[in-house]
């Protein structure tokens, strides 16, 4: 089915594409569901270890509310606080 798709679209979605590639994703191409699995897999294993969010770790080993972990308090803060908070950190 699925090799019988013309590349032209894909090829009007490249802007798209490389955008999300610059930004750490991966494309991958496969022409049967064998090899897709052998593609996938590796990926789907590798995404289930990744290192917890300190927001997971402070809500789940410390036993915090959100709003007493750090990205509680970002949240609460006010809009001008933020605001210089955001450009501390970009």
């Known amino acids: ?3 019988e798709i013309d590349d032209a ?3 009007e979605s490249w802007i798209y594409r490389k955008a999300i590639v610059d930004r750490g994703s ?3 191409r496969f022409h049967d569901r064998n090899s897709a699995f052998w593609v996938i ?3 789907l294993i590798k995404a289930h270890d990744k290192t917890p969010l ?3 770790k402070e809500m789940t080993d410390r036993g915090l509310l959100l709003h007493q972990t750090k990205a509680g308090e970002t949240l609460l803060m006010e809009p001008d606080d933020l605001l210089g908070h955001l450009q501390n950190v970009l």
């Open 26 to 28: 991966s494309i991958r």
């Open 9 to 11: 679209p894909a090829n």
């Open 41 to 43: 897999s590796p990926i």
């Open 54 to 56: 300190l927001v997971q």
């Open 1 to 3: 089915m699925w090799d």
